[in-house]
């Protein structure tokens, strides 16, 4: 970090941003490689579209969790975005 | 470097016009901006990586075959011995650098001291005789503190100064006054069309605010701007977005091979994984991790 609060705040501000977009991309990898042929646009666009750390990954650790494809749908489904 | 040394190197790029002005003022020379003089090929001292914070060149009207260098430093805290190594700059530029179709002929070298907050401490290093014989070193000084933030502004309104001086009202006095900061948006609404341009006079005058200790009203006055259009903001954002993205790709990968391999992965691994600093890599190893049936697969991967 920076001597300088307002550049520490920037420079949190783009870690949450790169934790997310790194979030939803690593997420897409493994339901994609884990669940090949399942996963319709539709699914791909609600992980792209979320905008909750928190969520992604309650998301990323239910997909490595899922032994089939429904485990993790459901999740999806239930959450506060489906 | 500091990021107001930053801050204050990418104002005086943007306006160079509006240092040089406060620096040559009172001295009975209008010297003229020329262009940056790239200094990584001079060693300077404290060390190979030392550069001055930036160097201009400049011409005299009165005698265009003797050109100058102006070595900019900007001073975020008082330096006892700034006098001492800008001396030294001086010198390594005036032995070093040459100008001209033959490259012979040698520069006349200046310093300017840019005093962010405070003043210089001592403006002269007079090492002389009582004849005048000797070393007397004075460079050119700018307290930006010593300025009136009012007045400023009502110049550069006038057109009297340049626009860049908006991004130094901030630090002169009066400059965290709320009619002030209500004035210099004013003055920046009218002054600055470019929208990008006013988001880094923006981001600038909040992190020189924060060098003063005037963030909360500069915030206050600022509600409302846009900075996203910032160069120099975005630049620190992506700073934290990269650090972001590596962030999260090694805690992926370590949640992956923690389910996909239980109780397998040593210590040395997730160190190894911890301490990566390159995203290609840690995509490649994640990708890796899920194609993997066994830690030996993946390890595999790793060493190559």
Same mark, same amino acid.
């Given at each position: 970090m920076t001597e300088s609060q307002i550049v520490n705040e920037w420079i949190r501000q783009g870690e949450a941003r790169g934790r997310l977009l790194a979030s939803r991309q690593y997420l897409r990898v493994l339901v994609l490689a884990k669940f090949p042929g399942v996963i319709s646009p539709e699914i791909l666009e609600q992980i792209d579209e979320q905008e909750s750390q928190e969520l992604l990954d309650e998301w990323f650790r239910v997909a490595v969790r899922a032994f089939i494809p429904e485990h993790f749908l459901a999740v999806l489904r239930r959450s506060p975005s489906a | 470097m500091g990021v107001y040394d930053q801050a204050a190197r990418f104002a005086a790029r943007e306006d160079r016009e509006a240092v040089l002005r406060c620096l040559l003022a009172g001295k009975g020379v209008a010297l003229a901006f020329r262009d940056w003089l790239d200094t990584r090929s001079f060693p300077l001292p404290g060390g190979p990586d030392r550069t001055a914070d930036l160097v201009a060149a400049l011409d005299d009207p009165a005698a265009a075959d003797k050109p100058w260098l102006l070595v900019l430093e900007f001073q975020a805290r008082v330096d006892p011995d700034k006098l001492d190594v800008t001396l030294e700059e001086v010198a390594i530029l005036r032995s070093r650098v040459r100008h001209g179709e033959d490259r012979k002929g040698k520069y006349k070298v200046l310093a300017g001291l840019v005093y962010?907050? #405070?003043?210089? %401490?001592?403006e002269v290093l007079d090492m002389t005789? %009582?004849? +005048?014989s000797g070393t007397r070193y004075a460079p050119l000084v700018w307290n930006? =503190? =010593?300025?009136d933030a009012g007045r400023t502004l009502e110049a550069v309104a006038r057109g009297e100064f340049s626009w860049g001086m908006l991004f130094w009202v901030v630090l002169? $006095? #009066? #400059? +965290?006054e709320d009619a002030v900061i209500s004035r210099w948006e004013e003055v920046v609404t009218a002054m600055v069309s470019d929208r990008r341009m006013r988001s880094n006079l923006a981001g600038i005058a909040l992190v020189f605010a924060d060098l003063v200790g005037r963030v909360p009203a500069w915030k206050r006055g600022l $509600? #409302?701007?846009?900075?996203? $259009?910032s160069q120099v903001v975005n630049e620190w954002m992506s700073q934290g977005e990269a650090r972001g993205r590596l962030e999260q790709a090694r805690k992926s990968l370590l949640v992956v091979l923690g389910k996909q391999f239980p109780g397998t992965v040593p210590a040395e691994i997730g160190r190894l994984i911890n301490e990566q600093e390159s995203l290609e890599l840690l995509d490649d190893w994640l990708r890796a991790a899920l194609d993997a049936d066994t830690f030996e697969q993946f390890l595999a991967v790793l060493r190559r």
């Open positions: - | 962010l907050q #405070g003043r210089c %401490p001592e005789l %009582p004849d +005048g930006v =503190a =010593a300025d002169m $006095e #009066g #400059g +965290g $509600e #409302g701007w846009e900075m996203t $259009e």
